[in-house]
């Protein structure tokens, strides 16, 4: 069964910094792609950034690029999300999750499952 653990956020000021970290685990990490979404309240669960298994490839959706990086470690079945220059809109659970299929490849929200419960991240003006 995948399990998927998100931590790092936090309560930071307008145009500062966090690192969201999510361990894996139940899966063969290195062959899966990873993504990121968030939830602000009220919203709906919006699909941020997304991994190659292989690391070579990342998306990023318009509201948050070029300000957050995602990356991740195969050896440690981590990917991680830098978020640089908040903004106070960035506010929301975020989450990580598994794609839905061994290498696959995908940009869009439904290529991705496996949900972990997520970390809050409040950006104060």
């Known amino acids: 069964q995948v399990q998927l653990v998100e931590s790092g956020g936090g309560l930071v000021q307008a145009g500062g910094s966090l690192r969201l970290s999510c361990a894996a685990s139940g899966l063969k990490f290195s062959i899966y792609s990873m993504g990121w979404f968030r939830q602000a309240p009220g919203n709906e669960r919006e699909f941020i950034a997304a991994?190659?298994?292989?690391?070579?490839?990342?998306w990023y959706a318009d509201s948050v690029k070029p300000r957050f990086t995602i990356s991740r470690d195969n050896a440690k079945n981590m990917v991680y999300l830098q978020l640089n220059s908040l903004k106070l809109e960035d506010t929301a659970v975020y989450y990580c999750?598994?794609?839905?299929?061994?290498?696959?490849w995908g940009i869009g929200p439904r290529d991705y499952g496996s949900w972990g419960q997520g970390t809050q991240v409040t950006v104060s003006s």
């Open positions: 999750a598994s794609g839905q299929r061994a290498f696959q």
């Open positions: 991994i190659h298994w292989a690391g070579g490839i990342t």
